[in-house]
């Protein structure tokens, strides 16, 4: 379906480099300890050295047992132990009189196209408590991959965190005095994006696939356990959901509602390619079982997952009134019926539905409206703590900090003309009216930078979220996710100009550089590869958007960021448990 | 005379003006060429009064410094392998020196050997490093093996030692050192346990040992034996050996006389015409004296080849074809038509390039080149690099050798030494500029070559008192610009060990990593500027290192005061406070009266206290705190927790069931569930829930107890704020369809078929749907259908369907 003159995307770099160089990192640390050892790790650190080293390349060092960090060694542990920890204080005061030795391991590589420093607390860390720990790792981060895939020819960004990491990036880069050698580059391009430029998308709900898996069952280091209730069996299967997945590839990028469909078809052409064995003879028939049968199985097993998980879904959404739920997120992100969508969100939390999805649409209300009235902004806190605990109170302290649950400032909502106004009409109607301004006239960012961009696509009868034709398919052609606009905008426009008043509503904090040692060669393939970094996460939707761009315009993104995220996570990060 | 070499090689004539015989000095002469320390009349002249003078000479004969020797009776000198002096005193004490004679430090060799005194003494160099070794007054051996990592031992006692021996040595072998000795007619080999008897009956003259660095022979084997015929023992016994030679032999020395020894019977004997002080090298011997410097070694083989009167060697005939070729004469063609007859003219050509390095005399050296170049040209494909080495090399060593640097490296010993150490040397000397012409000569990479000397240079400089610091960092700069691998404050931290903090700080500013100035501010106690810099270099790693020097520098106040500032360390400051002392967040907060972040740390102190009335007393300082903060939401939210708990601790009591760490909404439906309505309503009135809430909680709770009686109560109390839908669909969830069905006819018109749906009653559904006219209503119902036993009422509502399309 290619249209014409549409170039294919280039193909992505080999990623595995990363996982071997960590590898033979670990390797070589765990060989500075001869002998036998028991080796320590952090609990989030378990699944990400799962990919880089399994437990019987560990064996073959010297590893004798595997703890978590917290847990005592027991009897017949090993004379000697190594820790393999992040630099966090808590963790650290388990652990006492040791020598330290850096594993300089940045970057896992999820998939062909996604790399993650597996950071999740970068985001609360930078955008909550401004703690600048993870800027360095970042800056290292990009130093490794400019090294091996670069020289990157020109940088963009946007973000006070964006900008930090480049600058220290470059500082790095010039004390090391590595020179690229004139290597041909694999990766033309970067951008660098703070998660607060756009917190809206990140709180959507999600409804490509791949992101319906992940805000339902949590896809965790690229793997997803698929409990029971998918499985139809009594026990938990792992599944690695990347592109190897001969069904997930081709589904995970899909409107939800295009999956079913897609499903049976291909469980129809599957029955078809086992249905050829009736005709077979038997010289046939073992060449089947011996060459097409192994695959066939595989697929066919991959594809009776995936339908239960769906169904799963199915399941799980329908009960939450998840069509309710779209549509109001809908009605926010245009604008409309506020005060319906206020409403909704007040029984949604007076019904105790979830304290996590309460807490996600009072932030949505509040970042598309650029605030709370101050009526709702008091109601819908108390009912919060009401509903979930008054320790929220802590809480909404944070989300008032970071900016995703604040306040509309008295006086900001009126202007001088509205004033006037409701000067001369009276009471009931003045209030009316004022109502009306307050969405109009409110600094609301959103609103304007939605305007300015096009974010909300015209609708002009139904959207075929078949055949996608932006990346508002998304969500559901409701919404065209602003990170990703933005990065659409910049990479077309070759830098900000024409920009300049989103830039402002942004906040500001752009940045697009040229390297001009490195030779601009618009034939080469890397100039149309770029690597976009997300601080403080990225979400599967933003992926599938930017895929979707990526095909549209014949260029390929590869995605680094912190930590896949969604709003759960997002939230999570910012609830203040009881301690 | 060109076309003659010969084993004497005289390196430089010597005009150090002396009128003592070397005799009467304490002489040490460093290998590799190296500087001659001088200590005239050390010995004889025991007069107080009479300060003797510490000289120290380059090879040639230039005073490099001097200083009066002030310290006690010195015994012996010798030089470390990094070219300092070692001053051997009689008391035990080692002070060291550069080579330009300032002081560097001093050690002792222990308290045996003060209280007995070195009667002699030995340096040696081992692949540890550098070794003293010593014979005290009371005949027992000391040493050390290497002076930078200092361990004493005493070696055991030799049996039967009644006065000092002849002669004795240091050898290390299999890294272990040991001292060799004659005694009688034996020879002895202590180790650190024993002493054992290596060779009897060493012949009756068993006063002269040497021994070479590599030792070749089997341990205790006989190697040669030989009569000198002189009575008097040597006075300095040396090998003169050439690596990879098959020649092995011994130089003699004694007042006026010369003789090399080799393992043949005969023996060469040279006469000295004056006192002469022998220095092993590793391919000859050099020979000092009064007046000239010489070089005595084995002619190598390539120069014997070609240099030997009447020599046919490839490389002979090839010198003298260049010869013949540059007077015209066709004989040229002649030598060279023999050596390619052999098909030896690669060799030819080798022979003449590796010669050229063994000659000193740069007429000869050109000569040689002259010819192999004019052999190549005769040759396809002969690589170029040897060729090209050796002109680089010969450039360097002619330069080095040359009068005023003086070191008389001989290409060997060159090539052993390896360029690096030659650098070193040469940045020992002070010799920057030539030692950057080196580098910049022979292409070296700038970070092992220019820059490291530059940086030595700079270090250098910052200890010249007489400028003012702003001249020395300028002239720095100057020189240094931002050249590539210099580190600034590597040379701050020189200058800053030399007592100029000022110029230190001058310096640092020119330090790019702004992370490498940290280190150094804070030994200099400004730590202030350190965590500026710091966090300009973006490692928090560094940041939180200087945040916990300032925490222990500065008083609380002050520290607190600097934090303010800077808000990245505050912030990291914050971090770790909040995992390990959460009272210093508190002060934290309290210094800059941040009431908001006060009462949040109350509100969390207060879900650690497991006890209500622990958890009361928190969330009321708590509430104190966000009053002063205007924090009005906070407090009230507050002030209903503080009710509530108290209201959960009446209810504990009372209902003797946990209510602890519900929240409102928990504790009025559980009190639901256990049935107390009454107290459920109370709570509802007293916090002011909001009816919605009231009823979707009532509701639900009664349904989970099934109290359907109550629940049907509860709905015609009074008119349902949330509507008649949550009822059915409640009840459905409960899977109570007769319940649900009571209340599908009190849901409004707009939900009813949705309502009637939910209940399963699709004819009723379908009836609401075909009244409202409402075609996604019916499809609805429709899809609810099935085939067997809804054909009746599906038809009905297709014709309805098909009935609404047409108008």
Known sequence: ?579 | QTGYTEPWLELYSMEWGLREDLRDCVVAAAPYGGPIALLRNSRRDKTPSARPLLEIYSASGLLLASVPWKSGQLVHLGWTAGEDLLCIQEDGTVLVYNLFCEFKRHFSMGNEVLQNHVLEAQVFHTEFGTGVAILTGALRFSLATNIDDLKLRRLPEVPGLQKPPPCWTVLAQDRVTMVLLAMGQELFLLDNTSCSVLVRHFGNLGWACAVSAVTTVPWGEKFCEFNTGIRSPPKQMVWCTRPRSRQRAVVLAWERQLMVVGNSSESIRFVLDEDSYLVPELDGVRILSRSSHEFLHEIPEASQEIFRIASMAPGALLLEAQKEYEKESQKADEYLREIREQQLLPEAVGQCIEAAGYEHEPDTQKSLLRAASFGKCFLDKFPPEGFVRMCQDLRVLNAIRDYQIGIPLTFTQYKQLTIEVLLDRLVLRRLYPLAIRICEFLRLPEMQGVSRILAHWACYKVQQKDKSDEEVAQAINQKLGDTAGISYSDIATRAYDCGRAELAIKLLEYEPRSGEQVPLLLKMKRSKLALGKAIESGDTDLVYTVVLHLKNELNRGSFFMTLQNQPVALSLYRQFCRHQERETLKDLYNQDDNHQELGNLHVLGGYCQRRIEGRVAALQNALDEFYKAKNDFAAKATEEQIKLLRLQRHLQEELDKPYLDLSLHDTVATLILDGHHKRAEQLYRDFRIPDKRYWWLKINALATRGDWEEMEKFSKSKKSPIGYLPFVEVAVKHHNRYEAKKYAPRVPPEQRVKAFVLVGDLEQAAEAAIERKNEAEMSLVLSRCSPGTDGALAERLNRARAQLLKK
């Open chain 1, 1 to 579: 379906m290619a249209l014409a003159g549409r170039r294919d995307a280039p193909e992505p770099p080999d990623f595995g480099i990363l996982k071997r160089l960590a590898r033979d990192q670990l390797v070589y640390l765990l060989e500075q300890l001869p002998g036998k050892k028991d080796l320590f790790i952090e609990a989030d650190l378990m699944s990400p050295l799962d990919r880089i080293a399994n437990v019987s390349i560990l064996k073959q060092h010297d590893v004798d047992k595997l703890y978590k960090v917290e847990t005592r060694p027991g009897p017949g542990a090993s004379d000697q132990f190594c820790f393999l920890v992040r630099p966090r204080v808590r963790t650290m005061r388990f652990i006492a009189d040791v020598t330290c030795d850096e594993w300089s391991f940045y970057l896992l590589p999820l998939d062909e196209d996604i790399i993650s420093m597996e950071l999740p607390e970068f985001f609360r860390d930078y955008f909550l408590e401004g703690d600048h720990r993870w800027i360095n790792p970042v800056a290292r981060a990009l130093q490794l991959l400019n090294s091996l895939y670069g020289p990157f020819g020109k940088s963009y960004g946007i973000g006070r965190c964006a900008k930090m990491s480049y600058e220290l990036w470059r500082d790095l880069e010039e004390e090391s005095d590595t020179e690229g050698q004139g290597r041909k580059p694999e990766i033309g391009h970067v951008f660098l994006m703070d998660r607060d430029t756009d917190y809206v998308t990140a709180l959507c709900s999600q409804v490509v696939y791949e992101g319906l898996v992940d805000d339902t069952f949590r896809i965790k280091c690229g793997s997803v356990d698929f409990g029971p209730d998918v499985t139809s069996s009594d026990k938990s299967i792992k599944v690695l959901l990347n592109s190897q997945d001969k069904v997930f590839s081709q589904i995970r990028n899909e409107h939800f509602s295009s999956v079913f469909g897609f499903l049976s078809q291909k469980s129809r052409n599957l029955q078809a390619q086992y249905d050829r064995r009736r005709g077979m003879d038997i010289k046939q028939m073992k060449d089947f079982v011996s060459q097409e049968l192994k695959g066939l199985k595989q697929e066919h097993r991959l594809l009776s997952l995936h339908i239960g998980a769906c169904e799963s879904i199915m399941k799980k959404k329908t009960k939450q009134d998840f069509q309710e739920t779209i549509k109001a997120e809908h009605s926010l992100l245009e604008g409309f019926d506020i005060r319906e969508s206020t409403s909704f969100i007040e029984e949604h939390i007076d019904r105790q539905v979830s304290p996590v999805e309460s807490l996600r649409l009072m932030c949505l209300l509040s970042i598309t409206e650029n605030g709370l009235v101050p009526k709702d902004y008091r109601s819908l806190k108390t009912q919060y703590l009401q509903s979930y605990g008054p320790e929220h109170l802590l809480t909404f302290h944070n989300l008032k900090r970071i900016g995703l649950l604040t306040e509309q400032a008295a006086g900001e909502t009126l202007t001088a003309v509205e004033s006037k106004v409701s000067k001369l009409v009276t009471d009931r109607a003045a209030g009316k009216i004022t109502d009306a301004f307050n969405s109009l006239a409110r600094k609301s960012n959103f609103r304007a930078i939605s305007k300015k961009l096009g974010l909300i696509p015209r609708l002009d009868g139904e959207y075929d979220l078949k055949m996608p034709r932006d990346m508002a398919y998304v969500f559901g052609g409701a919404y065209v996710p602003l990170s990703c606009k933005i990065i659409e905008q910049v990479l077309e426009r070759r830098g900000w100009q024409g920009l300049e008043e989103v830039v402002r509503l942004l906040n500001g904090n752009e940045f697009c550089v040229s390297d001009s040692a490195v030779e601009d060669n618009p034939a080469w393939e890397c100039q149309r590869v770029i690597l976009a970094v997300f601080l403080g996460g990225c979400t599967f939707s933003e992926i599938a958007a930017l895929r979707f761009l990526g095909k549209e315009r014949g260029c390929k993104f590869i995605f680094l960021t912190t930590a896949i995220t969604n709003s759960a996570r997002m939230m999570e990060a910012m609830i203040e448990a009881k301690a």
